[in-house]
Nanobody, 121 residues
Framework: QVQLVESGGGLVQAGDSLRLSCEAS????????MGWFRQAPGKEREFAAA???????SYKDSVKGRFTISRDNAKNTVYLQMNSLKPEDTAVYYC???????????????WGQGTQVAVSS
């Protein structure tokens, strides 16, 4: 079965950086678009970033210029480099996968369990 396992979350201070990783198994990774979503306490889960199978990217406006999504098909892994973190970036971050770049941003088929990111001011 498909598994997406996130790692790399933690507690950091405002202005710091973190890199999240999501390792996929059970699918042909290079054929899938991958995405990162986040859910802050008391809020709905929201799209953060996505990358197509051909490495085209899309970002939520509030993270543009600070977050970078990338993929390593040899390692079946997608990354989210987060720089200049702000307290409002505090959330559980989820990895998502879908064969469609459009759907990975709106209603992905596969989801990970999430990793917590906390940014203190």
């Amino acid at each position: 079965q498909v598994q997406l396992v996130e790692s790399g979350g933690g507690l950091v201070q405002a202005g710091d950086s973190l890199r999240l990783s999501c390792e996929a198994s059970g699918l042909t990774f290079s054929n899938y678009a991958m995405g990162w979503f986040r859910q802050a306490p008391g809020k709905e889960r929201e799209f953060a970033a996505a990358i197509s199978w051909s490495s085209g990217t899309s970002y939520k406006d509030s993270v543009k210029g600070r977050f970078t999504i990338s993929r390593d098909n040899a390692k079946n892994t997608v990354y989210l480099q987060m720089n200049s973190l702000k307290p409002e970036d505090t959330a559980v971050y989820y990895c998502a996968a879908d064969s469609s770049f459009r759907k990975v941003k709106t209603g992905a088929k596969y989801w990970g369990q999430g990793t917590q990111v906390a940014v203190s001011s």
